[in-house]
């Protein structure tokens, strides 16, 4: 069935520094692609998504390209802040129903 | 309307009791789930509504779970004689899905988080 595997956490980082975080997929057909964050205390929100391969979803100075030749989704920053101290989640548009499918989660944290 | 709410916050229970919890999703939404997620663990997919409808449950959706939606607005999940392993975060989403786009975004609420002791 479809999966998504992604980097173990946690990641530590001082500020500014660049930030990358692996995720691959498991899928038949063309999902869409996303990627959530949830800060202490919060809900999932999405961070960015792409729909086709490709595509470059990009928000709050996050990117990830839809690469499938590769069945990746990388997400990259390129000088994070402590603000951005979270948990991502990669996830896929699984089957005619609409769930998303998730990976694990990578907890970052971003030290001043 | 601001977001997808989910009530209780937090409930703590004993071994063998019901347990029932609530979502409120955003007003428009046509499709709302319910996912799980246990400690270390990205959310799992649990059940779905489209309106009042519910059209897919997982296989981690035991018997003792049920969900409805009855007027297509808010849904409840209950979870009969709970057992330990049922400690878990429960998330609502809710998404608006028209015409032949799926995969429009889920908008998650804060949670219900379950202790079963």
């Known amino acids: 069935g479809d999966s998504v595997t992604q980097m173990e956490g946690p990641v530590t980082l001082s500020e500014e520094a660049f930030l990358t975080i692996n995720c691959t997929y498991t899928?038949?057909?063309?999902?869409?692609l996303f990627w959530y964050v949830q800060y202490p205390g919060e809900g999932l929100q999405l961070l960015l998504k792409?729909?086709?391969?490709?595509d470059k979803g990009s928000n709050k100075g996050f990117e990830a390209t839809y690469r499938k030749e590769t069945t990746s989704f990388h997400l990259e920053k390129g000088s994070v802040q402590v603000s951005d101290s979270a948990v991502y989640f990669c996830?896929?548009?699984?089957?005619?129903?609409?769930?998303?499918?998730f990976g694990k989660g990578t907890k970052l944290s971003v030290k001043p | 309307d601001t977001g997808v709410s989910q009530n209780p916050r937090h409930k703590i229970t004993k071994r063998g009791q019901n347990v029932t919890f609530r979502c409120d999703p955003i007003?428009?939404?046509?499709?709302l789930y319910w996912y799980r997620q246990t400690l270390g663990q990205g959310p799992e997919f649990l059940t779905y509504?489209?309106?009042?409808?519910?059209?897919?449950k997982s296989r981690l959706l035991s018997d003792r779970f049920s969900a409805e939606r009855p007027k297509g607005s808010f849904s409840t999940l209950e979870i009969q004689r709970t057992e330990q392993g049922d400690s878990a975060m429960y998330l609502c989403a809710s998404s608006l899905t028209s015409g032949g786009l799926t995969y429009n975004e889920q908008f998650f609420g804060p949670g219900t988080r379950l202790t079963v002791l």
């Open positions: 899928a038949t057909g063309y999902p869409s």
């Open positions: 509504f489209q309106n009042e409808a519910q059209l897919e």
């Open positions: 792409a729909t086709k391969a490709d």
């Open positions: 007003s428009e939404h046509n499709r």
């Open positions: 996830a896929l548009g699984g089957g005619s129903q609409g769930n998303l499918i």
